[in-house]
């Protein structure tokens, strides 16, 4: 299933109020498609958002499938935390990567959605620069593992199924960025990598990126960063 620009389609955004998420939500929205989104509030559940607890899989996917058919579901939620993964790695493996399996088999049995994970670069070790698309995976971290691991299981579903693998994405409203910000602002010191290159791009060519994924036919995994790389160390200059 490959969306259409030229008319309406039904897309699922799993993790729709995240910094990813809820930009796609606007981009899609203005480009005239239906958009439902997910999020952990329950209050926030209606017509157009679902209240879930992915670390509920039953229950996720019981409401995912509630409500309808979906031409497009991209799944955008997890714990993307290093430091989370690796203190609470059942409890964030049971999100970052069964419960992704688990949604992507219900709707892909119930219809032909095309699926999007979004994954990052952290599923190789960061040795090497700008890592080849096919690279085998060498992740040095829980979080890498666990996302090494929802795209070989994702990937082995079939035809349907896309990985958007991004390098870090930036934005304003970033964790990361927010504490550095705070940081420097009252003169403390902030902790960088010193081993550690990245290309970071923002958050909206990455929105850019998925819609292209959306709306025309690709390769099974589509890797995307900055050209050039830079230090950990130096990117808050």
């Not at 970033?174 to 902790?191: P, Y």
């Amino acid at each position: 299933m490959v969306l259409d620009r030229g008319h309406q389609v039904r897309v699922l955004i799993v993790g729709g109020t995240g910094v990813i998420g809820s930009d796609l939500k606007k981009t899609l929205i203005r480009n005239g498609h239906d958009v439902v989104i997910t999020s952990r509030q329950s209050s926030a559940h209606n017509d157009s958002t679902l209240a879930l607890n992915l670390e509920n899989i039953s229950d996720s996917v019981k409401t995912i499938s509630d409500a309808g058919d979906f031409d497009a579901v991209v799944l955008s939620a997890g714990v993307s935390s290093i430091r989370a993964c690796r203190m609470n790695p059942e409890t964030t493996s049971l999100v970052n990567v069964d419960a992704q399996v688990a949604i992507a088999k219900e709707l892909l049995s119930a219809n032909s959605a095309r699926i999007i994970l979004i994954s990052s670069n952290r599923v190789f070790d960061g040795s090497t620069e700008l890592t080849k698309i096919r690279s085998t995976h060498s992740p040095t971290t829980e979080y890498g593992r666990q996302k090494a691991q929802a795209e070989t299981e994702l990937l082995s579903l079939g035809e349907s199924v896309k990985i958007v693998r991004f390098a870090k994405v930036i934005s304003e409203h970033s964790e990361l960025i927010i504490d550095w910000f705070n940081k420097l602002s009252a003169n403390e010191k902030i902790a960088a990598f010193t081993d550690m290159a990245l290309s970071p791009i923002t958050v909206g060519t990455a929105v850019d990126v998925i819609e292209r994924v959306l709306v025309t036919e690709c390769e099974p995994v589509v890797q995307f960063s900055a050209v050039d790389e830079i230090s950990f160390l130096i990117w808050p200059v």
